[in-house]
């Protein structure tokens, strides 16, 4: 019942302390609108301000690829300790139960397989379908160089400017063809050719040499790719070199859900991205859930 009597009267403005106003936690995303900033802090941690997110969309042009043939068997059990998944809409309605509380981050880009040249991509879902699965980020592929570079860059803007209209994020994610040097030149005119052109985050591989001047250079937050499947050891520390160079977090798929122990790996991961731990002391603490199990 309202209080019409207004008998409550100890009320208190507190006009002397000054309603704060803080600058959002993420690299060049102050400016964006309520809904896009909550989006993006519940696929990065505000506290680390990194994500680990977990890709498993590699079957929307490869098939079922290895580690990835039942996902309700091999991924569920990984879905605790990610951050975010990253996916296609196919399985997310098949698959992930709706009760989640995970961020997703839907792949909204495809149209060929690896029977085809990769780069003749279209967008594949609807904008209006990603706002009804309540998606933080939609994640695009982007031909630097690539055959149909064009085609790819248009996708990204247009999803960029479909975005905004709903207040859900695009993450342009850095394809490089078969023939082109993996490089930190390379990788500096991809990322920040996203960035210009409206991407909220970037998804990169990573490089030994420079990798923290892809970061530097690039506006929005780096996320780093995982890659083909590495030794455990390996792939801790190229996710340790990453985030020390400026990656915001990464984007694995099968050096996580291809390891022997994917839930030690993915938790060992985890320390490194957000505790900032070493490689080495990651990979004992993986070597130490691998041998619990
Ligand atoms: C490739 O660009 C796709 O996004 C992949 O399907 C996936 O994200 C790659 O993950 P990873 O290389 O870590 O297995």
Redesign the pocket.
């Known amino acids: 019942m309202a209080d019409l009597d207004d008998v409550q009267e100890a009320k208190n403005y507190h006009t002397d302390i000054p309603q704060k106003s803080e600058a959002f936690f993420l690299k060049g995303s102050n400016s964006l609108d309520w809904g896009m900033k909550n989006r993006l802090a519940r696929i990065f941690n505000p506290e680390s301000g990194r994500t680990v997110m977990l ?1 498993i ?2 079957g ?1 042009f490869q098939g079922p690829t290895t580690g990835l043939e039942r996902v309700d068997i091999s991924i569920l059990p990984l879905v605790p300790y990610a951050d975010t998944l ?1 996916l296609t809409r196919g399985i997310l309605r098949t698959v992930i139960p709706p009760s989640t509380s995970k961020s997703i981050v839907l ?1 909204v880009s495809g149209g060929t397989s690896i029977l085809k040249e990769l780069s003749n991509e279209d967008i594949a879902v609807d904008i209006e379908d990603s706002a009804r699965l309540n998606v933080c980020a939609m ?1 695009v ?1 982007v031909f630097i160089g690539g055959e149909h570079e064009r085609q790819s860059i248009t996708n990204m803007t247009k999803m960029v400017d479909m975005g905004t209209r709903y207040g859900i994020p695009t993450l342009a ?1 850095t ?1 490089v063809g078969k023939d082109m040097a993996r490089d930190a030149r390379y990788f500096r005119l991809a990322t920040r050719i996203c960035a210009e052109l409206g991407a909220h985050y970037v ?1 990169t591989y990573y490089v030994d040499k420079g990798f923290d001047t892809v970061c530097a250079s690039c506006p929005v937050p780096i996320v780093m ?4 499947k590495l030794p455990e050891l390996d792939a801790l520390t190229m996710a340790y070199n990453a985030v020390q160079g400026g990656a915001a977090g990464v ?5 996580i859900f291809q390891s022997e122990a994917p839930v030690a790996m993915i938790k060992a991961v985890r320390a490194v991205v957000h505790n900032n731990e070493t490689p080495s002391k990651a990979f004992d603490l993986y070597n130490t859930l691998k041998n619990q199990k």
């Open positions: 890709a969309d590699h929307y990253m792949r994640a592929q994610v394809a998804k790719a995982g890659g083909k984007d694995m798929g099968r050096n």
